[in-house]
Every structure is written in structure tokens, then in C-alpha cells.
């Protein structure tokens, strides 16, 4: 039976009085814990929470949905749309998210990511209209979802029925709950709880406890006046309670925090006005509040202190040297002075309290130090405590708790121990001191423990036994030593900028380690070997091995960036270089994490506590030693979103009215398509960073652009690509190892991102189509014109063997009349001139009369002198230019010095014939007469009538003559 309902049974009235008074003191809470306050774009009040099984947040606000993957919250609803409404309740049934709003019930499908109904509308009384549903508050997940009103703001299944609170109290099933004498209050939440066995309902005013029977109630007097509005409870049986006065935490032992909102304080939740609770399956608290949404992180590897927790002061510290003896007591020392305390019982890994705690300062009289500036914090084999500072070395007086201040001097006096960087113990009790500017002191401690008891000034000083300086034969590299360590072989090393020199305890013989890298850390490993931080790797010399000659073995591990600090966890070189820590393995399994804090400046290892504890501003992170980074398919990333010219793709999904956006849904994505101007796109990856395990370092390559790995270490997983070509390309994202080698894939996605319309196949194969029909043209021209060449060529030579044919026919006909003229019979003389007479002229009237021309002449037209001159004009120059092939109307118009329409009517007139159909018809006669005569081939006949195609004139001829000229010939 519940504690609370029992109380209501037995106690008396008294009893029940001091039970409250007892609650008020419990409800003090013992230690503050911080809050990861997110403020969501376009929404401010947060009413439900609830996560899916891949471990993404969904959020029900003022303004829609919402949901949240650590890095970013994602919009789920559009402006001015029936999802742009107040969501009251969330709930999954597999990927389907039931939403109860401000209009009904809403189906959003988590994998498509758009909504798979609208609000239900209902009629409108009698009236034949239809208006939205009314509000819904809750969900029955195993009923009818949307079968209650909107005066119903809680249910809950139990053994005995459906538990439902509303505005007139708490019924189960059909039947009223009195929970107070009179009017019934408002049920804002109802919860189960496993582990105490009873029941919590949340009421404005106040909070009460119910058997498992429901019989008795129990109200929680601390929490009397309270509205509680929703409640939750995590593994350990821990209640939350969120009221409109903040959110209350009750632990199994009934004691009661507060926590509430503090205007000073940004790791405090946002707003007093608690809406939601949520305990997610890593146990993280999620609370919807009035001014957004905040996380109660309960992280199980690494815990985060605030230095104002220990001090009860808001006075900070940066943190630079860190220190647990051997008893336990911490020291903490920075920028300004040093704290020194001791731990009470711890509960769940944390300390419940902090003890004796001494903050030294220069401006405390209670506990003075000589200067605030603390460099290194050592304790000795004896267990005495050293601190170096800017003012000197300090000795812890463990008797007094004060600290002793003493500055050790070369015996010259020029060098001084005034800076002190460092201090250890060698195996004969020597203190080993390295200063700014002084080099190395050797002293021996009881001679210097001696000094300091003696002195008394404020400032003890002494000789050392031994100094070391740049100068002279056995001289260290640099003045300026920063660090001192002791390996396992005794000897003693020192650094001084980029320098590292080796110091033989035994002889005092200094040697020079090689190397000229920035020397930035300097550290032992528990097996003796010298461990050096670089600027961007870092060094093992391996002592214990043999050495090569006079140099020392040594290994080089690629870390990428400047080396902070670092120290020995077990067997592994823990390394701090910005905002990553690089786990070294020997065994291969180095990996690397995000630190949870910004930049620590120091890394210390409790083997106490099996802690690793990291110095900062103003506090420390502790993590567990055994951390390990998740394997396989745990380590995956998800996409959570898609951002494509600076919109995202989900929003796209919702409003029609977003252009140049696609609408795509990154859940399971496995190809991304987009156009050729949606090149510029950012994907938004997330590992969940609010699971319970630390953030990878990851890096990406897209294969078609990237020629390198590119490292995600901003804060987040985005991933932006700008003015990206067209092209299928392969994104990959991998896991980097401690070592910096890329390591095990865990996400990879197609891109394609699709060529302009007229980079399209279609259109390239129509490319490609006008490309050989231009090539064919190319082709065919060369042709053409090299046949029109040698058509020419052809032409010319038939032409000048007409030519010289005609000329020595003409001449042979002069020859022959003129022999034959000498002769007594003329019956000869005219036979042999008759029938070479037609090469000798071709006006020739005599030999035109053998031709038979078979076409209608035109008729015989008195023409008066001017006529028969401009007549015989024409033909002469149509004569003259018969071989051209060219020579057409214009031509001739042009040398008769004509116009167009003076020449057609003057020729009209003349011949009855058009120019084209008299010049025609003059080569026409001169081809008959060639081809009567029987001396010349049909082809030499048309290039000499000015014919350069064969068909064409052969279709011209049988026009003519109604017959071909082969015809012609042989008739």
C-alpha cells in the first residue's frame, strides 16, 4: 500500500500536521541540476512529449507539432492550415502519431511525414451545416481515441476501469470520486506508479495518493496549493511533478526538490508553468514549459559540477590543475586561486556533499595564497601537497591548513623559482622545479623543508643544490621550462617550447631529445614511457625499450589538432584537443568522443573514483573510465532533416504554397533527387546526442566531388553542399578512430541531382541527332560540291573539245569549199558545204532549214529596223553566254541594260515568248542542230546550250521536240 494512503488510515489529525511540517523540510532540495533549455522557432508553449522508437522527441505546442533530434526541432504543420493548431495530447500506435488539438483528432505518419486525415467535421444541430470537431484533450491509445469531450483532461486504464479526471472531478468508470467534501477540482493528470504500488492524481490545488484499490487517498500536504499538470516517473521510481509553480521531484524516500526558475541562471528550467513532463527510455526528464522546452539530462557516463555548488560563491574559477591525494581530498586551481576539499557520501556516482572546503585567494585572510594564478597541483610520496603558482612554490601545512610560501634561488641569485610551472620527486627525495625564465632547481626536500620551518617571512627563500640554465657545456635548450616529468628509468624530462631535454638524476647529464614541434602537454604513463602533446599528434617515447644508438624508440599518433592535456586511464592515453577527447588503445580499439563541455583546459584521473575528471570555466565534467563508444547498428545516424535552398523539405511536404522546395520526407530516405536548381542543400544528421552515450567524431565524403574526408566537429551533423553539378554522387559518413583513421561506416545516402531540360538525355539524344545530321550535311556538301567540281572539270573539258571540234570542223568546211571551188562538178561542192556547214555558224539560216523543229513557231511579225537591231542584240548576247549555265534573265537584263518589265514586254512583243521561254527555246534550237549534225555526244551538247543536269534537260528537250535527245539523235 502506498506510504501516503496509509497515512490517511492511522494517523491522526496531529500526527498528520507533523507529517506535513516533516514533508515542508524534506521538500529542500540537496543539490541543483542543470537544465538544456531549447527555444522552438514559431512556438512557445510546450503540452505534450512523447518519443518514437528511434529515439526522436515529438512535441504537441501552441502553435502544431514539432519534432526534436537534439540539435535541431523540425516544423511538422503549415501556416494557416487545419495543422496549425494547439496540440494537447501525443500518441503512437507503430509510426501512425495520433494527435488530440484544438479541432479534434489528427493522424500525422511519421514515415511519410505528412498528415494521414484531416479534422473530422460534425453537423451543426439541425441547421445542415457542418463545423469542426470540438477540442480534444487526451487519447485513448487502447479505446476509441477521440471518444471523450473536451472537458475530460486525464484517463487511465487500472484493474479496476478507465480512471478519468475532468473538469467535475475524478470518476472511475461511471461512478464519482469524492476527493474533497463539496465541489469536486479539476484532474489535470493521473499516473501509475510501479514501484510505490499506488496511484497519483494531479488536481488544481493539490496532488493526492490513492491505494491500488482506490479506496483511500492521501493529499501531499508540501505540495498543497499547487496545480499540478502533468506527472511521470523514471526507473528508480523518481516522481516528477510539473505545477504552475516549477517541477517537483519525488524520490522513493518520499523527500521533495524544487526546481524552478532562477533569471541568473541559464542551466535552470525556462518557465515556472510546467505543461508536460516526459521520462524518455534513457531516463532523461523532458518538460514542456510556457517559454519551451527543457531536458533534465541523467546521463550515466559523465556528470557535470558546478564550481558555485562547492563554494556556495558565484565567484568563478577557470580550472587548470587538478589533484586527488591519496586520502581522497581534492585540489582544484586555475586563474583565480585554489580550492581544496573533501567529498561526502557519494549516492548514484555523485557526491551528496561537499566538506571542509577552503577556497585560497589572495584576497582571503582566512586562507591566503601568495598569487591566484595556480600552475600545478603535485603530491609528493610522503603525501605532502605542492602547489606552483606566479608568485613561488606553497607547501600544504596539513597541521595549520595553511600554505607555505618559499621561492628557491641558483646560488648566482639570477635565477629564481618566482614562476613556478612545475614541481615533482625524484627516488632520492630531491624536488625537481621548473620556472619561467629560471630553468631547473634540484633540492633536496628536508634541507628545503628545513628552510621553510626556519623562516619567517611571508616568503621563505633557499639555494638549490642544483641548477640547470641554457647556459654552459651541460646546458639545458631553453630558459623557459614549462614541464617536468620522471620516467620509469629514473631520469628526469623537461620541455621548453619545441624543445625536450633528458636529465640523468644519477649523473645530472643532460641530453637532447630531436625535434623541433611545439611542445603543448607533457605527461608519464603508468609504465614509465614519456607521453608528449604536439600541436596536431602526439609522441610515446618508449623508455623501457632499448634504445636505437642514443635516441629514444618512440610511436606517433595523428590527433588533427592542438594538444591540451592529457593523462593515463587504465592502461589508455586519454587526450584533449579543443572539444575532442582521443582515447588511445594499444590493443586497437582507440576512438573518440565530444567532450560535454567547452574546451576543458585539464585532465586529471581519479583512481578513487575511477573517474576521468576534466577541468574547465567555472567547473568540471566527471567520466566514468570504462566509457565505450556504441557498436553496430547502435552507432547508426539518422537523417532527421533536409534544408534545400534554405527551406526545409518537411514544410514542403505540408504547404503547397512553398515553392522551389521539395516535398521529401527524410525518415528512410535512401536516395535524395533533386532538380538542377536545388543544388544547394544542407542534410541535418543527428545521433541523438540526448542518448545515453557520447558523441562520435565523424567524417563525411561525398564520392563524385570530395577528394578528402571532411571532419563534423561544429557542434552538430550538418552536412552543406553549395552549387553542386549534376550528377549521381555517394554520400558516405564514417566513424574516426583515437588514431584519426576513418573508421566503421554509419550512414551513407544516393544524391542525384538532375541536369537542366536541356541537359536531359532526351534532349541530348536530340543533340546528338542534329549533331550527325549536321555531320551528314558536312559530309554530303564535301560531296556535292567535289561533284560539282568535277562536274565543272567535266564540263570545261567536253566544252573544250566541243569547242576544238566545232573549230576544226569550221575549219576542215573552209578547207573543203575552198578545194572543191577549183572543181568542174558542183553537185560535190554543195553536198560537202551543205553538210559542213552547220558547224561553221549557228544563225546560219541555209542549214537551219534541215532541222525539223516539231514546234509551233511564232508568227512571222513585222518588225521595223529599231526592233530587228534590239532583237538581233539579244540574240547575239544570248548567243554569246549559251555555255553558261548561269546565265539567266537577269543576267541578261543587266548586260542589255533593261529593266525586268521593259525587257518581258519588249521581247513579249517580238517573239510572242517571255524571256526565260526565248532563252530557253534559243538553247533548245543550238542543242538540235548539235545533236542533228550527229557529231557531238548528248552530254557535250547540253554543256554547250548551258545545261549542267542531264534529267533537266533532257525533260527541257522532250518539251521542245517531243522527244528525248537520244531519240533526237537516232530519228
Not at 629 to 640: F, G, T, V
Not at 717 to 732: A, E, F, K, P
Request: hydrophobic fraction near 40%.
Amino acid at each position: 500500500m502506498c506510504i501516503f494512503a496509509a497515512m490517511n488510515k492511522s494517523l491522526t489529525a496531529l500526527s498528520r500536521v507533523s507529517m506535513a511540517i516533516a514533508m515542508l523540510f524534506i521538500s529542500i532540495a540537496l543539490h541543483a541540476q542543470r537544465f538544456v533549455n531549447t527555444t522552438l522557432d514559431g512556438a512557445q508553449a510546450v503540452y505534450a512529449i512523447t518519443q518514437d522508437t528511434s529515439g526522436v522527441v515529438w512535441l504537441g505546442t501552441d502553435n502544431g507539432l514539432y519534432s526534436y533530434d537534439g540539435y535541431h526541432d523540425y516544423r511538422h504543420f503549415a501556416s494557416h492550415t487545419f495543422s496549425h493548431i494547439r496540440v494537447n495530447a501525443l500518441g503512437f500506435e507503430g509510426s501512425m502519431l495520433y494527435l488530440a488539438t484544438g479541432s479534434g483528432m489528427l493522424k500525422f505518419d511519421t514515415q511519410k511525414g505528412i498528415y494521414a486525415s484531416a479534422p473530422a467535421m460534425e453537423s451543426d444541430g439541425g441547421k445542415g451545416r457542418k463545423k469542426m470537431a470540438r477540442e480534444l484533450r487526451v487519447l485513448d491509445m487502447k479505446g476509441r481515441k477521440d471518444a471523450f469531450g473536451n472537458d475530460v483532461y486525464a484517463i487511465l486504464h487500472t484493474q479496476k476501469g478507465l480512471l478519468v479526471g475532468s473538469l467535475a472531478g475524478l470518476r472511475l468508470n461511471q461512478r464519482q470520486i469524492l476527493l474533497t467534501p463539496g465541489a469536486q477540482p479539476l484532474v489535470n493528470a493521473l499516473a501509475y506508479d510501479a514501484k510505490r504500488h499506488c496511484y497519483w492524481i494531479g488536481t488544481e490545488g493539490a496532488l493526492y495518493c490513492a491505494d491500488q484499490a482506490l479506496q483511500n487517498f492521501s493529499k501531499i500536504a508540501a505540495l498543497d496549493g499547487n496545480s499540478v499538470k502533468c506527472l511521470d516517473e523514471d526507473q528508480d521510481g523518481n516522481l516528477y511533478i510539473g505545477t504552475d509553480n516549477g517541477l517537483y521531484r519525488m524520490a522513493m524516500n518520499n523527500s521533495l526538490e524544487h526546481f524552478v526558475h532562477d533569471s541568473r541562471n541559464e542551466a535552470t528550467i525556462p518557465n515556472n508553468i510546467v505543461w508536460s513532463c516526459y521520462v524518455d527510455k534513457w531516463q532523461n526528464v523532458w518538460i514542456g514549459t510556457d517559454h519551451g522546452l527543457s531536458r533534465l539530462s541523467t546521463h550515466t557516463y559523465y556528470r557535470f559540477t558546478s564550481l558555485d555548488k562547492i563554494t556556495f560563491s558565484g565567484e568563478g574559477n577557470c580550472l587548470h590543475a587538478i589533484l586527488q591525494t591519496r586520502s581522497g581530498d581534492w585540489w582544484m586551481g586555475g586563474t583565480n586561486g585554489l580550492i581544496h576539499y573533501a567529498e561526502g557520501v557519494r549516492v548514484q556516482g555523485a557526491a551528496s556533499e561537499y566538506q571542509n572546503v577552503v577556497w585560497y585567494k589572495q584576497n582571503n585572510p582566512s586562507a591566503p595564497l601568495a598569487h591566484n594564478r595556480v600552475r600545478k597541483i603535485y603530491e609528493d610520496k610522503e603525501g605532502d601537497v605542492w602547489i606552483c603558482t606566479d608568485h613561488g612554490i606553497n607547501l600544504y601545512q596539513k597541521s595549520t591548513g595553511k600554505l607555505l610560501n618559499f621561492i628557491v634561488y641558483d646560488k648566482s641569485g639570477k635565477y629564481s623559482t618566482a614562476w613556478a610551472y612545475d614541481i615533482l620527486q625524484d627516488q632520492k627525495g630531491r624536488m625537481w622545479m621548473a620556472s619561467y625564465q629560471g630553468g631547473v632547481f634540484v633540492l633536496d626536500k628536508q634541507r628545503l623543508l628545513a628552510a621553510i620551518s626556519l623562516s619567517s617571512a611571508a616568503t621563505a627563500t633557499c639555494v638549490a643544490d642544483h641548477h640547470f640554465s641554457d647556459k654552459g657545456k651541460n646546458a639545458l635548450s631553453g630558459l623557459h621550462i614549462g614541464q617536468l616529468v620522471l620516467d620509469g628509468k629514473g631520469f628526469v624530462w623537461a620541455s621548453s617550447y619545441n624543445h625536450l631535454d633528458r636529465i640523468d638524476t644519477r649523473t645530472l647529464r643532460i641530453s637532447h631529445i630531436p625535434g623541433n614541434d611545439a611542445i603543448n602537454y607533457l605527461m608519464t604513463s603508468d609504465n614509465g614511457n614519456v607521453w608528449v602533446g604536439y600541436t596536431s599528434s602526439v609522441k610515446c617515447y618508449m623508455v623501457n625499450l632499448p634504445m636505437k644508438g642514443k635516441e629514444v624508440e618512440s610511436k606517433e599518433w595523428k590527433i588533427g589538432a592542438k594538444v591540451v592535456s592529457m593523462c593515463d586511464v587504465e592502461d589508455k592515453i586519454w587526450v584533449v584537443a579543443g572539444n575532442i577527447c582521443s582515447v588511445l588503445d594499444q590493443g586497437n580499439n582507440s576512438f573518440r568522443f565530444f567532450i560535454p563541455m567547452e574546451n576543458p583546459n585539464n585532465i586529471y584521473y581519479s583512481k578513487l573514483n575511477h573517474e576521468v575528471v576534466m577541468g574547465g570555466n567555472d567547473g568540471f565534467i566527471s567520466i566514468r573510465a570504462d566509457l565505450t563508444m556504441p557498436k553496430d547498428d547502435k552507432a547508426q545516424l539518422l537523417l532527421a532533416g533536409i534544408v534545400v535552398n534554405g527551406r526545409q523539405t518537411q514544410d514542403a511536404l505540408l504547404d503547397e504554397n512553398i515553392e522551389g522546395t521539395p516535398g521529401v520526407s527524410p525518415v528512410g530516405l535512401k536516395t535524395l533527387v533533386l532538380k538542377h536548381d536545388e543544388n544547394n542543400f544542407t542534410l541535418q544528421l543527428s545521433d541523438l546526442p540526448f542518448a545515453d552515450h557520447p558523441t562520435a567524431v565523424y567524417a563525411y565524403r561525398l564520392e563524385g566531388s570530395d577528394h578528402e574526408w571532411h571532419y563534423l566537429d561544429k557542434g552538430n551533423l550538418d552536412i552543406t553542399y553549395n552549387g553542386l553539378s549534376y550528377g549521381d554522387y555517394h554520400l558516405t559518413v564514417h566513424v574516426v578512430d583515437g588514431e584519426g583513421n576513418i573508421g566503421d561506416e554509419v550512414y551513407q545516402l544516393e544524391i542525384s541531382v538532375l541536369p537542366p531540360w536541356y541537359l536531359t538525355i532526351w534532349c541530348k539524344l536530340f543533340y546528338l541527332t542534329l549533331l550527325i545530321v549536321g555531320i551528314a550535311w558536312v559530309i554530303n556538301a564535301h560531296f556535292v560540291r567535289k561533284q560539282l567540281k568535277e562536274a565543272k572539270k567535266q564540263k570545261e573539258e567536253i566544252l573544250e573539245q566541243v569547242q576544238a571540234r566545232m573549230q576544226f570542223y569550221a575549219s576542215l568546211a573552209d578547207d573543203l569549199k575552198n578545194a572543191a571551188a577549183h572543181r568542174s562538178f558542183e553537185e560535190v561542192n554543195h553536198l560537202v558545204v551543205s553538210n559542213l556547214d552547220v558547224n561553221a555558224s549557228a544563225g546560219d539560216s541555209e542549214s537551219a532549214k534541215i532541222v525539223d523543229f516539231n514546234a509551233t513557231q511564232a508568227p512571222e511579225v513585222e518588225l521595223d529596223e529599231m526592233d530587228r537591231k534590239l532583237l538581233n542584240q539579244i540574240r547575239e548576247m544570248i548567243e554569246e553566254n549559251m555555255v553558261d549555265s548561269d546565265f539567266n534573265v537577269s543576267m541578261l537584263q543587266e548586260k542589255m541594260g533593261m529593266g525586268n518589265k521593259q525587257l518581258y514586254r519588249k521581247l513579249k512583243a517580238l517573239t510572242g515568248q517571255t524571256p526565260v521561254e526565248y532563252i530557253r527555246d534559243m538553247r533548245m534550237q543550238k542543242a538540235a542542230k548539235l545533236l542533228k549534225a550527229g557529231k557531238f555526244s548528248v552530254s557535250e551538247v547540253m554543256y554547250t546550250v548551258g545545261f549542267s543536269n542531264s534529267s533537266y534537260f533532257s525533260k527541257c528537250f522532250s518539251k521542245a521536240f517531243g522527244m528525248t535527245p537520244t531519240e533526237f539523235m537516232r530519228s
